[in-house]
């Protein structure tokens, strides 16, 4: 375009010197001036003005500025919601999710379902701590923290992992042949905590210079590439890499982007690869943009019966995706979830929620009438039990509970995380909390089930006791028949209970909770 422009201002100048050359005789021109009012008054203007090529200059400046306004509006009305409202609503395929379906992929008890302790903010504190002797030289980009899980020894780990940046420009250009040390990784479940040297340092990183620049590396490889958003991620062998999620526009010329895959970059030698979605590692996390598939299903809620609708008339459905998200991670795979609700900002119902797997732009929406996540934030930090500790709520994370839809969400302080908490869905009625999740899943389990949502039936067993922990007003113990269990009965239910010993031979009868089983009667054998 830019070419095309100066060739066509240096015609004009050559054609208006011809122009000039042939009526040179002439010394001036006729011409009209509007001057208001429709009114039209003739002047007279020399040649040398006429042809002059600063004159030229100025209406070729003209004529480019009429021809960008143009292009631009062009662009806009081609993607424009409200003349491609439809296409918008057809990028995303949400497909409606069963019962039966959400019960298993939301099931928490059958152990697949891995939930943080601490959020991305305490994570970030930890990884800070953890920087040691290097915080000098060295700094943590918060918005490349990224959640993903590892597995190792064939256990799945969830972790969060940031690089190691340079802290200055001069720290950059000193070790632009070293790189950086390595990353920091934090273990969201457990709180712990470590500084990962890597071989050779990470060289290609977002604060170096010149040549190992990250964005001008892959710009120099991928020049008609459109990206974004950039993770760093590692693999179950701890190796780091850059982890590019690649887009191109659908709708219009330059609208409606649309996931098409992933570029990775070894930050070590600076090798890169790019893979269509499906094609990539398996231990990649995130191939997609979660703000992208955000406003993709946010328009396929938004106009489903077209842009009037969504706009003005809103008589038939019109939803959106909450404001806030929170990553569900489950068999290694990390999926976007939101509530659907209302445009209305005041509403705080939701009527079901999204999933969207990171990895394959899959889509799935469950029916569920209840309260949204930021509601459930509030009813939380109101709680009476905690509301005098001015403590802070995590986003609510959803999980199937016994059956049971269930907000799942920590309480927390500037330093550490203060309380494990469970909230129904359906009305948030039911608040339960403890400071760990075995006390909060007690207390969840008694509210439930207390409540009539679920009924456990009792269980029966018979064995010699073979250990024994007193905690007080209530002792644990293991039976022979039973020795990877643990069996909790309160010392006040009666003389058996309250003088138990190692040997002695009972029968009991419990009910089988999430993390612990409650002995409701136990006599001899």
């Known amino acids: 375009f830019i070419i095309g422009y100066i060739l066509m201002v240096l015609g004009l100048i050559f054609k208006n010197k011809i122009i000039q050359k042939a009526m040179k005789s002439r010394k001036t021109f006729k011409q009209y001036k509007h001057v208001?009012?429709?009114?039209?008054?003739?002047?007279?203007?020399?040649?040398?003005?006429?042809?002059?090529?600063?004159?030229?200059?100025?209406?070729?400046?003209?004529?480019?500025?009429?021809?960008?306004?143009?292009?631009?509006?062009?662009?806009?009305?081609?993607g424009s919601k409200m003349f491609r409202s439809n296409a918008y609503y057809k990028q995303l395929e949400i497909k409606n999710g069963s019962?039966?379906?959400?019960?298993?992929?939301?099931?928490?008890?059958?152990?697949?379902?891995?939930?943080?302790?601490i959020d991305k903010d305490l994570a970030f504190r930890e990884a800070e701590q953890h920087l040691g002797d290097y915080g000098a030289q060295y700094r943590i980009d918060y918005q490349n923290f990224?959640?993903?899980?590892?597995?190792?020894?064939?256990?799945?780990?969830?972790?969060?992992?940031?690089?190691?940046?340079?802290?200055?420009?001069?720290?950059?250009?000193?070790?632009?042949?070293?790189?950086?040390i390595g990353y920091i990784e934090v273990n969201v479940v457990?709180?712990?905590?470590?500084?990962?040297?890597v071989n050779?340092?990470?060289?290609?990183?977002?604060?170096?210079?010149?040549?190992?620049?990250?964005?001008?590396?892959?710009?120099?490889?991928?020049?008609?590439?459109?990206?974004?958003?950039?993770?760093?991620?590692?693999?179950?062998?701890?190796?780091?890499?850059?982890?590019?999620?690649?887009y191109t526009n659908k709708i219009g010329l330059l609208s409606g982007k649309t996931p098409t895959g992933v570029i990775l970059c070894d930050p070590t030698t600076g090798k890169t690869d790019k893979y269509k979605i499906?094609?990539?590692?398996?231990?990649?996390?995130?191939?997609?943009?979660?703000?992208?598939?955000?406003?993709?299903?946010?328009?396929?809620?938004?106009?489903?019966?077209?842009?009037?609708?969504?706009?003005?008339?809103?008589?038939?459905?019109?939803?959106?995706?909450?404001?806030?998200?929170?990553?569900?991670?489950?068999?290694?795979?990390?999926?976007?979830?939101?509530?659907?609700?209302?445009?209305?900002?005041?509403?705080?119902?939701?009527?079901?929620?999204?999933?969207?797997?990171?990895?394959?732009?899959?889509?799935?929406?469950?029916?569920?009438?209840?309260?949204?996540?930021?509601?459930?934030?509030?009813?939380?930090?109101?709680?009476?039990?905690?509301?005098?500790?001015?403590?802070?709520?995590?986003w609510p994370i959803l999980i199937n509970y016994r059956g049971v839809p269930t907000y799942f969400?920590?309480?927390?302080?500037e330093v550490k995380a203060q309380k494990m908490v469970y909230v129904n869905v359906v009305n948030g009625s039911l608040v339960a909390m403890g400071n760990s999740f075995e006390e909060a899943e007690e207390a969840y389990d008694s509210l439930i089930a207390n409540s009539g949502i679920?009924?456990?039936?009792?269980?029966?067993?018979?064995?010699?006791?073979?250990?024994?922990?007193?905690?007080?007003?209530?002792?644990?113990?293991?039976?022979?028949?039973?020795?990877?269990?643990?069996?909790?009965?309160n010392t006040s239910l009666n003389n058996v209970a309250r003088f138990l010993n190692i040997g002695d031979e009972v029968n009991i009868e419990y009910k089988e909770y999430t993390s612990y089983n409650f002995v409701v009667n136990i006599s001899y054998k």
């Open 454 to 489: 679920i009924t456990i039936k009792n269980e029966n067993i018979s064995g010699e006791v073979t250990r024994i922990r007193d905690l007080g007003t209530t002792i644990e113990f293991m039976l022979s028949t039973e020795n990877n269990k643990y069996f909790t009965v």
């Open 278 to 394: 499906g094609d990539e590692p398996k231990w990649v996390d995130r191939v997609i943009v979660d703000s992208i598939v955000a406003d993709q299903a946010t328009n396929a809620f938004k106009f489903k019966n077209g842009y009037i609708n969504a706009t003005i008339g809103q008589k038939k459905e019109v939803f959106q995706v909450s404001d806030g998200y929170n990553y569900f991670i489950k068999n290694g795979q990390t999926y976007y979830i939101s509530c659907i609700t209302s445009p209305n900002e005041a509403d705080q119902t939701s009527i079901g929620f999204v999933t969207i797997n990171l990895k394959t732009k899959e889509a799935v929406r469950y029916s569920k009438v209840g309260i949204t996540e930021m509601r459930a934030r509030s009813i939380a930090m109101q709680d009476e039990r905690v509301k005098a500790q001015d403590l802070d709520a995590t």
């Open 200 to 246: 050779g340092g990470l060289q290609y990183m977002q604060t170096a210079k010149f040549g190992k620049d990250l964005d001008r590396h892959i710009r120099f490889n991928y020049p008609a590439t459109l990206y974004s958003d950039k993770y760093f991620e590692i693999d179950d062998t701890g190796k780091p890499y850059w982890v590019i999620p690649t």
């Open 190 to 197: 457990t709180s712990e905590a470590k500084l990962v040297e």
């Open 146 to 180: 990224t959640i993903i899980t590892v597995n190792r020894n064939g256990v799945d780990e969830l972790v969060r992992v940031a690089p190691l940046e340079y802290d200055n420009l001069f720290v950059s250009l000193s070790r632009k042949n070293q790189g950086t």
């Open 409 to 413: 969400l920590v309480l927390k302080n």
């Open 99 to 117: 019962e039966q379906e959400f019960s298993t992929a939301f099931d928490y008890n059958n152990g697949s379902v891995m939930l943080p302790v």
């Open 36 to 78: 208001g009012n429709g009114v039209y008054r003739t002047s007279i203007v020399n040649a040398s003005d006429k042809f002059s090529t600063s004159f030229i200059l100025i209406n070729c400046v003209g004529i480019a500025f009429l021809f960008i306004i143009t292009l631009l509006t062009i662009f806009g009305l081609s």
